[in-house]
């Protein structure tokens, strides 16, 4: 076995104006890689010394190498970026890392391309555009309601669907809205704050709003989705944990011609009373292996959050486990 030992690396931009696209604004990515890749980094000019355990050292010069080459295309990177090649050093994947940024899935409000973050948004992606009923299960931050509001979105520029339906739970254990204040779009739109600002960032605010106006975008809770067939939609269930058995095969089976559906939810945040049987667990065990439907799993590895938020899932996770266990 080698021993890890430690060593100072340089790493010499060609350019030296690439230095603030590489290292962020005020060296906002040093901090980032220094904590991640647990080395200690001194820019200075075109000259980046990095210094750490060999292999952490070596890891960081190929981050540098492949953020590089990005800034080269022309990519602005921000920390979601370095994230992604932090998690993909330690995975041993980093050799695809620039893979990601070869498609670009639609441009957002102000003109910035979006594309995929890590290998799981990639599947989840490619499912979708493979399979008519996608399911994302997976914790929070790790893009499964964004992606699913753009990729409906780009589907709808491309002319494949004639509108998109988004819907949720509106209320944890049973969609009981009447003590709510306010109509109906009132009462429903707390709940779908996540699917908004993914709207918002894509197509801005009034875009938005013209849009649901004229009924190209449609948001309501799962409930008003009975005795309806969906055709030529693009329809998103968000929180999917939160639905019953029988709201998940109400809601699957509107499905119709041309259309598209996402299932969303993350089975550690059920909030439905204790005896009953979360319909998104049921579906995974019940469909999987249906043809035209794919399920992807998300895990902490794909959170492309600040950094501490996927220390945070794994050690409730781990708590979790260890009591399931115990008992």
Do not use: C, W
Request: aromatic share 6%; glycine share 8%.
């Amino acid at each position: 076995m080698t021993e890890n030992i430690d060593v100072e690396k340089e790493y010499i931009l060609e350019k030296p104006e690439q230095s603030v696209a590489l290292l962020g604004t005020e060296d906002m990515f040093v901090t980032l890689l220094e904590e991640g890749m647990n080395v200690e980094i001194k820019p200075f000019g075109a000259s980046i010394k990095v210094s750490g355990a060999e292999n952490d050292v070596n890891s960081v010069m190929t981050i540098f190498k492949n953020l590089t080459d990005l800034i080269g295309q022309g990519i602005r990177l921000n920390s979601t970026d370095i994230i992604s090649a932090m998690k993909m050093a330690e995975r041993g994947t980093l050799e695809y890392f620039k893979d990601l940024y070869t498609e670009t899935l639609i441009k957002d409000n102000k003109g910035r391309p979006v594309r995929v973050k890590n290998y799981g948004q990639r599947q989840y992606v490619h499912a979708v555009k493979d399979n008519d009923i996608t399911f994302g299960i997976g914790p929070a931050g790790t893009g499964k309601t964004y992606l699913a509001v753009v990729m409906a979105i780009a589907s709808l520029k491309r002319g494949d669907v004639d509108k998109i339906i988004l819907t949720r739970p509106a209320v944890e254990a049973g969609e009981s809205l009447g003590f709510l204040p306010g109509d109906l779009k009132d009462k429903v739109d707390p709940y779908l704050r996540p699917v908004y600002d993914a709207l918002y960032a894509i197509l801005g605010a009034e875009h938005t709003n013209r849009l649901m106006e004229r009924g190209v975008i449609e948001i309501a809770p799962l409930a008003y989705m009975r005795g309806r067939t969906l055709e030529t939609a693009f329809v998103i269930l968000d929180e999917a944990q939160n639905t019953t058995n029988s709201q998940m095969k109400m809601f699957l089976t509107r499905l119709g011609f041309g259309s598209k559906m996402i299932v969303n939810g993350d089975i550690t945040q059920i909030d439905l009373p204790s005896n009953s049987m979360s319909g998104l667990v049921q579906a995974k065990r019940i469909l999987n292996g249906v043809k035209h439907i794919e399920f992807v799993q998300f895990n902490s590895e794909d959170v492309v959050r600040h950094p501490v938020v996927a220390s945070i899932i794994n050690a409730y996770e781990a708590v979790e486990s260890n009591g399931s266990r115990s008992k």
